[in-house]
């Protein structure tokens, strides 16, 4: 008898979004790019894809994949502990500490509204102007023809 593995087909995806500490601008372009760098990573050992990031001085959105055996909170966590360390580590003696406000907001994102919060998401910078870091976000490159490229959904 053969046995087989069936992968199961799943789609949860997650808008969040964190703010520093009192809703401090603590964070410049340099803070932006180890932001951009570290959040990511830190969500690959818990099976999550982030799939955009908006950074601005004072918070920060996310819009990603994540496995139905993902431990959200958790993971929200080891996003706002690992990324706090990473960045005070990086920044030097004069700049004030990165610091995280207690909490997040999480919202579902149905897979029909995925290029809306994308968007949403990737715009932070125009949606609060007061708040949007010189320098950030990096020209974006131009979407390859690639087959698949910009697809959110595999």
């Not at 966590?77 to 580590?89: I, L």
């Amino acid at each position: 008898m053969v046995s087989v593995v069936w992968s199961m087909y799943h789609r949860l995806y997650l808008h969040v979004v964190w703010t520093t500490l009192c809703r401090e601008p603590l964070i410049d372009a340099v803070t932006a790019r180890l932001l951009a760098d570290q959040i990511p990573l830190s969500g690959r050992a818990d099976r999550a894809l982030v799939l955009e990031l908006g950074i601005v001085s004072t918070h920060l959105h996310l819009l990603a994949k994540f496995h139905p055996t993902t431990r959200i909170p958790e993971l929200l966590q080891r996003f706002k502990g690992t990324s706090a360390h990473v960045a005070n580590r990086s920044r030097a003696p004069s700049h004030r500490p990165l610091k995280w406000a207690k909490g997040y907001s999480v919202s579902s994102v149905g897979e029909r509204s995925l290029d809306l919060v994308a968007a949403y998401v990737r715009n932070q910078h125009l949606h609060h102007p007061l708040d949007a870091i010189a320098g950030w976000p990096p020209p974006r490159p131009a979407l390859s023809s690639a087959p698949g490229s910009g697809d959110y959904r595999k």
